[in-house]
T-cell receptor, first 126, second 108 residues
Framework: QVQLVQSGAEVKKPGSSVKVSCKASGGTFSSYTMNWVRQAPGQGLEWMGGIIPIFGPANYAQKFQGRVTITADKSTNTAYMELSSLRSEDTAVYYC??????FGSGTPMGSYFDFWGQGTLVSVSS | DIQMTQSPSSLSASVGDRVTITCRASQSISTYLNWYQQRPGKAPKLLIYTASTLQSGVPSRFSGSGSGTDFSLTISSLQPEDFATYYCQQSYNTLIFTFGPGTKVDFK
């Protein structure tokens, strides 16, 4: 069974950076996409970006371009999300989630997020 | 980017009720649509993928339908553990995933 275990809660000052880790076990890490999704208090889910470890560079949502960096270490089966220039609006729970591609008769039919980490609360406050 | 909307934003229901939530995409996404359930304080859980395929282990009272721009999630007989928030997600553009704003199902 796949498990994604994230690093612990963080408290950060505005303008600083945070790096959250997500360690995978029980599956093949390198060939799946690892995504990061955040959820501000009382709000919905927001996809930030994702990376396929064997292919390298990550893909990012336009909103976070230039401020987020997603990386993966194949040797430790760990994905990372670093968010810089933090502001109070970045206070949220950050989740990692594995996505799996679906194929029908060899034709791609989309992807879905089948395993999620437990979430990491990042609080930004002066 | 593909935008997702859901209706209603919230609903009140009773145990045993039949509940339907709708999701609309800003452009056709074929059946590249997933549904997730999120209970308070927990990570989302996949219920349905490719619009109508039930994820392994999910009760059969959950069902999904639709294609193109209009989709629905139906719970045939609401159970106490189903009171949660439900999100749709498009995967038509696998470079940019988008979630709907969510539908909260609570006790009437």
């Amino acid at each position: 069974q796949v498990q994604l275990v994230q690093s612990g809660a963080e408290v950060k000052k505005p303008g600083s950076s945070v790096k959250v880790s997500c360690k995978a076990s029980g599956g093949t890490f390198s060939s799946y996409t690892m995504n990061w999704v955040r959820q501000a208090p009382g709000q919905g889910l927001e996809w930030m970006g994702g990376i396929i470890p064997i292919f390298g560079p990550a893909n990012y949502a336009q909103k976070f371009q230039g401020r987020v960096t997603i990386t993966a270490d194949k040797s430790t089966n760990t994905a990372y999300m670093e968010l810089s220039s933090l502001r109070s609006e970045d206070t949220a729970v950050y989740y990692c989630a594995r996505s799996v591609s679906v194929f029908g008769s060899g034709t791609p039919m989309g992807s879905y997020f089948d395993f999620w980490g437990q979430g990491t609360l990042v609080s930004v406050s002066s | 980017d593909i935008q997702m909307t859901q209706s209603p934003s919230s609903l009140s229901a009773s145990v045993g009720d039949r509940v339907t939530i709708t999701c609309r995409a800003s452009q056709s996404i074929s059946t590249y649509l997933n549904w997730y359930q999120q209970r308070p304080g927990k990570a989302p859980k996949l219920l349905i993928y490719t619009a109508s395929t039930l994820q392994s282990g999910v009760p059969s009272r959950f069902s999904g339908s639709g294609s193109g721009t209009d989709f629905s999630l139906t719970i045939s007989s609401l159970q106490p553990e189903d009171f949660a928030t439900y999100y749709c997600q498009q995967s038509y553009n696998t470079l940019i995933f988008t979630f709907g704003p969510g539908t909260k199902v609570d006790f009437k």
